[in-house]
């Protein structure tokens, strides 16, 4: 079974994301609300997580900033990073496009597709 | 001796006084080029700090563009964030994931999912056309097939469509090395689905909506075609602004943002095209059991090849008749006051007008009449201003007798100055009014120039075209 890690600060887009993956993929969640604690999920979370879906707008550390410090630890660096943001503008998206990530997913998602979205960006052929 | 002293002391005086002008002469001629020099360095001081100004306004503005950017930004992402919650929350219940839902709470979940849907399709064309509408949208330009993206176009609409019980067909009449044009892919995508679903919502259940694309080597064209009630001519216009919808209850009842034609407009107006809107030829037309059928609507979309990316062209007024006119009259002046006398003027003696304010204008429309399976009638002339923003009569006129397609359509040149100023030009014209005209006089040589062409044309397709004029 696949374990995910969602890093959002909206407690109502982490339930909805969770459940829509539970619900529709069978996968096993873990949730934190912000960056810092993000990257302790990551590290504490045995086995590591599969992927990690994570908001771009966070209060303290952003979504971009919490993907460099990931890299810079051995440990998380080789889990992919999906970006789930509501930061849809041209030049959000050529932001993204320079950061490394796996991926980026827009918000508002399509809770009965969010599963399939997040297979197809990182060629999982669950 | 003393005259000689005398002599000797007058030279002498002389020259210590020409001495003393060449002085004064030289002094004056110094300060002169000081005062020059300070003036000079006046000016630079000046344009010195007029570059200065204008570094720092061109500063302000981008820092207002960034401003305005950011803000948009903000906004976009504030709304669409709640707009996340409710939209997984009402999609997992309706979804029936979570457990069975009575089927009245499902209506309700319906009713909420459809309008958060339709919550979030305005939020996304807003900050489109205010992004496109600000310039800030640049266009991507790269070489595109308009047959390719009219196949992606029509199979991205197919669910739609089958759900909706219409048949959709795509005809392409261009030459095979014809179809190449620079445009933004994504964009006029946008466009033809766009117009697609709007002819699909439009359109009676088991109908047709067809997608036909045309080119030859001056311009393209597509068409999507429908069978749909049809929008009173009067709105043939009004429909391309914002929020306007040929019915108010339209947007709650077709799920349309009121936004998608104004959007289309942007994008074909930062590409140098037109669209505009008209009713189908067939109008008022009985099929075989003798029952009205629908008229329906064709979208038309056209883009020059010489028209230059953010060119906007204005769209024009079509004024179709009732009545079967003696033949189809362009009229082009960027006057709309002498528009309106010219096209009153012809409608009373039973032409039909179209009116258009550019040269390029002309060019396009032209060229579409040349295409092969032109929908709309043929133009019997084209009556041309001289003086023209943009393309110039004179320009208009050549382009038109270069190009094989269009050389055989009469010219009739409307000017204030008289052909023996330019007699080069009346040999490729075919008939010339001076300004200020009188009626009698506009309306005997458009006769004149009309019926000595019919004795000449050679294009049999264009023999054909004006035969079967109907509007």
């Not at chain 2, 409710?86 to 979570?98: F, K, Y």
């Not at chain 2, 999912?113 to 640049?138: F, K, Q």
């Amino acid at each position: 079974m696949r374990r995910i890690l969602i890093i959002d600060d909206e407690e109502d887009i982490r339930e909805v994301a969770a459940l829509s993956l539970e619900a529709t993929a069978g996968w096993e969640i873990v949730t934190a609300s912000n960056g810092a604690d993000g990257i302790l999920a990551a590290g504490n979370s045995k086995p590591v997580p599969d992927a990690i879906l994570m908001d771009v707008m966070m209060p303290e550390m952003d979504g971009p900033t919490t993907f460099r410090l990931m890299q810079q630890n051995p440990e998380l660096a080789g889990i992919p990073v999906l970006l789930l943001t509501a930061k849809v503008q041209g030049v959000d998206q050529r932001r993204f496009a320079g950061l490394g990530v796996s991926g980026v997913l827009f918000k508002p998602f399509n809770p009965l597709t969010l599963a399939d979205q997040i297979c197809e960006k990182l060629g999982w052929k669950d | 001796m003393s005259f000689s002293l005398t002599l000797f002391s007058g030279l002498f005086l002389t020259c210590i006084c020409l001495l003393g002008v060449l002085a004064l002469r030289l002094g004056r001629k110094v300060r002169q080029q000081e005062r020059d020099l300070g003036g000079l360095s006046q000016t630079l001081e000046r344009s010195r700090e007029h570059a200065e100004e204008q570094k720092h306004r061109l500063a302000e503005r981008s820092d207002l563009d960034r401003a305005k950017d950011e803000f948009i930004s903000t906004v976009s992402h504030e709304l669409r964030t709640p707009l996340t919650s409710i939209r997984g929350a009402l999609g997992l219940l309706s979804s029936g994931l979570l457990g069975d839902v009575d089927a009245r709470a499902h209506n309700l979940l319906r009713i909420a999912s459809t309008n958060t849907e339709r919550l979030i399709r305005l939020i996304n064309d807003i900050l489109d056309l205010e992004r496109m509408e600000s310039g800030r949208s640049p266009v991507n330009l790269r070489r595109c097939s308009l047959v390719d993206l009219s196949r992606e176009a029509v199979e991205m609409m197919s669910a739609l469509a089958e759900a909706a019980q219409i048949r959709m067909e795509l005809n392409s009449y261009a030459a095979h090395d014809s179809i190449y044009f620079d445009a933004d892919p994504d964009r006029i995508l946008q466009v033809l689905t766009n117009l697609l679903s709007n002819a699909i919502k439009f359109s009676p259940e088991g109908s047709t909506v067809s997608l036909e694309i045309d080119a030859n080597s001056d311009a393209l064209s597509l068409k999507v075609i429908d069978r749909g009630r049809g929008i009173p001519v009067d709105k043939l216009e009004s429909i391309f602004d914002r929020f306007q919808q040929v019915e108010s209850t339209d947007s709650s009842k077709k799920g349309g943002t009121g936004l998608g034609l104004a959007i289309c407009r942007s994008i074909i107006q930062q590409h140098g095209g037109l669209i505009w809107a008209r009713p189908n030829q067939s109008w008022g037309q009985s099929d075989h059991n003798g029952a009205q059928t629908n008229p329906g609507t064709t979208f038309c979309v056209q883009f020059c090849r010489s028209a230059r990316i953010g060119d906007t062209a204005f769209p024009r007024e079509i004024v179709p008749l009732a009545e079967r006119g003696e033949g189809l009259i362009l009229v082009c002046d960027d006057d709309p006051g002498i528009r309106t006398v010219v096209r009153e003027q012809l409608r009373r003696h039973g032409y039909d007008v179209i009116e258009v304010s550019s040269g390029e204008e002309v060019i396009a429309l032209a060229n579409e009449q040349t295409m092969r399976n032109a929908p709309s009638p043929a133009i019997s002339a084209i009556l041309l201003d001289q003086y023209l923003p943009g393309l110039n009569g004179w320009e208009t006129l050549r382009q038109l007798k270069s190009s094989v397609t269009t050389a055989a359509i009469p010219v009739v040149i409307l000017s204030v100055s008289s052909p023996s100023e330019r007699p080069l030009l009346v040999g490729e014209a075919q008939g010339w009014v001076q300004k200020p005209y009188n009626e009698s006089l506009l309306l005997a040589e458009l006769g004149r120039v009309l019926k000595s062409n019919a004795g000449t044309v050679k294009d049999p397709q264009h023999n054909l075209r004006t035969s079967r004029l109907t509007v």
